[in-house]
Nanobody
Framework: QVQLVESGGGSVQTGGSLRLSCAAS????????MGWFRQVPGKERELVAA????????DYGKFVKGRFTISRDNYKNSVYLQMNNLEPEDTAVYYC????????????????WGQGTQVTVSS
């Protein structure tokens, strides 16, 4: 059974930082794209950041504006999101995701999802 387990969420003040981690189990994702998405109540889930299998390619939501960095460790079957200079608008549930197909990146569908971790940024 494939599981993606997020950790590292919490509450910070404006300008603070958080590092989200996602550990995968049940299969290896070393040749698959992985990403972070976020969702607030009443809005659609949106891409925060994605990274291809060998970390050569990354993609970020326009709102990131250089504040976040996605990385991965294929030996640990994990993906990370370093978030700096957080703003109240970043408050959301953050989800880790992974693709089932190998090597595809742009336009890939994400087939596996974590349960999410809450990030709250106060002003």
């Amino acid at each position: 059974q494939v599981q993606l387990v997020e950790s590292g969420g919490g509450s910070v003040q404006t300008g603070g930082s958080l590092r989200l981690s996602c550990a995968a189990s049940g299969r290896t994702f070393s040749d698959s794209a992985m990403g972070w998405f976020r969702q607030v109540p009443g809005k659609e889930r949106e891409l925060v950041a994605a990274i291809n299998y060998n970390a050569v390619n990354t993609d970020y939501g326009k709102f990131v504006k250089g504040r976040f960095t996605i990385s991965r460790d294929n030996y640990k079957n994990s993906v990370y999101l370093q978030m700096n200079n957080l703003e109240p608008e970043d408050t959301a549930v953050y989800y880790c995701a992974a693709a089932a197909v190998s090597f595809r990146f742009f336009g890939v569908n994400y087939d596996y999802w974590g349960q999410g971790t809450q990030v709250t940024v106060s002003s």
